[in-house]
Every structure is written in C-alpha cells, then in structure tokens.
C-alpha cells in the first residue's frame, strides 16, 4: 500500500544511454513533481505537473523530459546521460498545490550512477 | 529568488537533551514552510507544515516556529532520542508553488 512509489530504486549506466524512471502515487493527488538531490544532499524542483498538465519546468536540460500518462502517474525519462547527472532522483504528489495546507509526500528515490 | 540556509549543518548531542534547528529564508513572501525528516537512503517524511497565517506547530516531541518577518524559522525537539537520527530539511512554498529546500541540518543523538 506504497503511497508513492519510483522504479528502479537503483540505476547504474554508461554515458551516452538513454534511460528512464517511473513513478506512481495511489494518493489520489492532483499534483506530482520531480526532484534531484545531489551529492551535496541538495534537494532542487525539476518538474511539476497538474492535472497532467506541466506547470513547473525549472532549469533543466531538454535531455531530461517528463510524460504524464495519467494523473497518477509521471515519468521521468533522459536522453544522452552524463556523468553530472548521476543523483538521487525524488517523486513526490501532493493533493492540490494551490491550498497554504498543501503537504507533499516524496517517494523512497531512484539512486541514479553514470559511469 | 528565494534562499534557504538552515544552520547548523551537522549537530551530535546525547540521548535526552533539548535541541534547535534553524532555518532562515530571504523572501517573506511565502505560503507556508514545512520540516521534513530524511532518513539514510529514504525518501522524506512531512514532520509540520505551518501555514504563512501561524506562528508555530506542534505534534508529540515536535515545535516548529515561524516569523515571517524576519524570515525565520525553528524546529525544537524536546528529550531527544536515538530514533530522531536523521537529516532534517526546511522547505518554503512561495509563488508558482515551488517548494525551495535548505540543505539540512544532520542530526546525530547519541545513547
């Protein structure tokens, strides 16, 4: 009964790969982000999507590109990979990001390893 | 832009005492600020959410604080205890519904 859950939780791959993370909430929430924690243990927003709407779309490379098949789910796929990119990379849901009581609820992460 | 600090970034004390978190952000301009708890290869786990309207949350050994003004925040835990070993993140709602993340405080309690 994992609220959010990410897939794979570890992924090690060579440079130049294209490869992609899953992630699904049984919430029932409106609202699912992406996050990169890096080795600094720096957590920053990638993306953010509504409705399976994108309404977030921070500084990141169009090698990252996030798809919302359906509102309880949202993935996360990246072309072209690069050592830089090796990260934790956090799912989380909310219910609706317009309330001031709006919590989100973060998946365990995927540990992501270039080589 | 708004930046979180939160200070200290690593603290040790042993089993029972009274401790402080701090968190400090630059525009007061926000909807809410929440702590979070990250364990050791885990995802993070909502601890308090205080709305921008309120000065402080509590539950069980848990008090958070805010001032808006002066862009503050605290989180105190009361008899610390080995179990409350992990990494906490202060985080602050602002405008297009971002959450803005300090770096954490480490926390280490000690039997």
């Known amino acids: 009964d994992t609220a959010v859950s990410q897939t794979p939780k570890y992924l090690v791959t060579q440079m130049g790969n294209d490869k992609s993370i899953k992630c699904e909430q049984n919430?029932?929430?409106?609202?699912m982000y992406w996050y990169k924690q890096d080795s600094k243990k720096f957590l920053k927003i990638m993306f953010s999507?509504?409705?399976?709407?994108?309404?977030i779309n921070e500084t990141v490379p169009n090698r990252f590109s996030p798809k919302s098949p359906d509102k309880a789910h949202l993935n996360l796929h990246i072309n072209s990979l690069e050592l830089g990119d090796s990260a934790v990379y956090f799912c989380?849901?909310?219910?609706?990001?317009?309330?001031?009581?709006?919590?989100?609820?973060f998946g365990p992460g995927t540990r992501l390893t270039v080589l | 832009k708004q930046e979180v600090t939160q200070i200290p970034a690593a603290l040790s004390v042993p089993e029972g005492e009274n401790l402080v978190l701090n968190c400090s952000f630059t525009d007061s301009a926000i909807y809410n600020l929440q702590w979070f708890r990250q364990d050791p290869g885990k995802g993070l786990t909502s601890l308090l959410l205080i709305q921008s309207s309120q000065r402080e949350q509590t539950s069980g050994r848990l008090n958070a604080s805010l001032d808006k003004s002066s862009g503050r925040s605290t989180l105190y835990i009361a008899a610390s205890q080995p179990g409350d070993s992990a990494t906490y993140l202060c985080a602050v709602k602002t405008s297009g519904s971002r959450l803005t993340f300090g770096e954490g405080t480490q926390l280490t309690v000690n039997p």
């Open positions: 989380a849901s909310s219910q609706d990001l317009a309330l001031s009581t709006d919590t989100q609820y």
């Open positions: 919430l029932g929430h409106d609202t």
């Open positions: 999507y509504n409705n399976k709407e994108l309404i």
